[in-house]
């Protein structure tokens, strides 16, 4: 694993709300975003920062990003041409999400009517999740505030996009509440989702956009239709806080980050785990699985390819595992992690810390099997009930349900 830092311009202060909580990539692989601390969130062109790695290699590349793009867009007149924004959301910022009025690539969605914005053929939105429950949206291409969406009452932790281009946002509070709003028509909020107990930490989408996962306190996984806007089922397995999770791209696999020190993989069709992802040996037992706060994990990220899973604990690692072995394949040492995500194009990964800088790291990598490749494409389409219906050999149909 290769570092490339990438740090604040200002000088570092241990001040609280420096903190990094969130980092995004927009879905078409064209910005990237981080919470810099204190207000700022920061946008910039992903192409800008790949250069940067190119020419700079290891060295602190946020200034020289800046004043290259200064000149480069300078010179150019090209309307739509990727620039950097530097946004202040006027309070602490806990959660970042990128949407498009474009379905994803991974999205299996087929024969629906996208419906766009007003103002703009493709539309690409960033939303800020802030401390005093406001989440504001954002222009991505011209940096201007679009929208004020106040109704949690707590801190916004997470924000999620639907996939499929619908421009339907989910955001997760420490209110106890999700809440569903549909940017198209102007950041109405359409629903509540009320279940949990207590602070809700994350929350994310299937790639078909039609099931949500939310993760919070007190052991909680809980999936819900979004077509209803009904829950489907918890998953009971994890041993204290739950703080993050994931579909993987074909949607056969949910991935879980908690306290407990674990990493699960569960088959969220049926509610089973498929792999669990230690992060402490020997693994603690339920009683004490509270205890080893320097082993928390805080973050979990699948990787385009559906089989790498990144994790971030607060033992200064940060893993990158295959989902068919036991054990982590690279290690890489990071300081104060807070949170993690892969590039759109799984290449490198991205991780914020307490400080309010970006580290990044080139991913291993690796060509996909071509039974991977075909597993992926079926489950894109059919649920493990389907899969375990079809007539072909128990082991094709262990493979495709991930159960080798």
Request: aromatic content about 10%.
């Amino acid at each position: 694993l290769m570092e490339f830092p990438l740090s604040p311009t200002s000088p570092f202060d241990k001040k609280c709300g420096r903190e990094n909580w969130t980092v995004a990539f927009a879905p078409d692989g064209s910005y990237f975003a981080w919470s810099q601390g204190h207000r700022i969130v920061k946008l910039v062109p992903w192409s800008q920062c790949l250069n940067n790695f190119l020419l700079h290699g290891t060295k602190n590349v946020a200034n020289s990003i800046s004043t290259r793009l200064a000149r480069q867009n300078s010179d150019s007149g090209q309307k739509n041409k990727p620039c950097e924004h530097i946004i202040d959301c006027g309070d602490i910022v806990w959660s970042l999400a990128f949407g498009s009025s474009v379905p994803e690539k991974q999205s299996r969605c087929v024969n629906i009517e996208w419906h766009r914005f007003k103002f703009g053929q493709d539309q690409l939105l960033l939303a800020t999740g802030l401390n005093n429950g406001r989440i504001k949206i954002w222009d991505v291409y011209t940096g201007k505030l679009l929208l004020n969406l106040m109704d949690h009452t707590e801190v916004v932790r997470d924000l999620t996009f639907a996939p499929d281009g619908s421009l339907i946002l989910v955001s997760a509070s420490r209110d106890k509440t999700l809440r569903v709003w549909d940017l198209k028509d102007d950041g109405n909020m359409m629903k509540v989702l009320r279940g949990h107990q207590n602070w809700v930490y994350g929350c994310a989408f299937s790639p078909d956009s039609s099931i949500l996962c939310s993760v919070g306190a007190s052991k909680a996984v809980f999936l819900w239709d979004m077509d209803k806007y009904s829950m489907i089922q918890k998953l009971e397995g994890h041993h204290n806080d739950v703080v993050a999770c994931e579909f993987s791209p074909d949607g056969a696999l949910l991935a879980t980050a908690s306290y407990d020190t674990r990493v699960y993989v569960w088959d969220p069709y049926i509610g089973v785990i498929l792999m669990e992802f230690g992060h402490l040996f020997p693994p603690p037992t339920p009683i004490f699985a509270g205890g080893a706060n320097d082993r928390w994990v805080r973050s979990v990220s699948f990787s385009h390819d559906g089989l790498h899973i990144a994790s971030l604990a607060d033992d200064k690692m940060v893993r990158f595992w295959r989902i068919d072995e036991e054990y982590p394949v690279q290690v890489a040492p990071l300081n104060n992690g807070l949170c993690c995500t892969f590039s759109t194009d799984g290449s490198v990964l991205a991780a914020g810390t307490q400080d309010g800088s970006v580290y990044f790291w080139a991913t291993p990598r690796q060509v996909s099997s071509l039974q991977h490749l075909c597993r992926m494409a079926i489950r894109r389409v059919m649920p493990t009930s389907q899969v375990k219906n079809l007539p072909i050999p128990s082991k094709v149909v262990e493979f495709l349900c991930y159960q080798i």
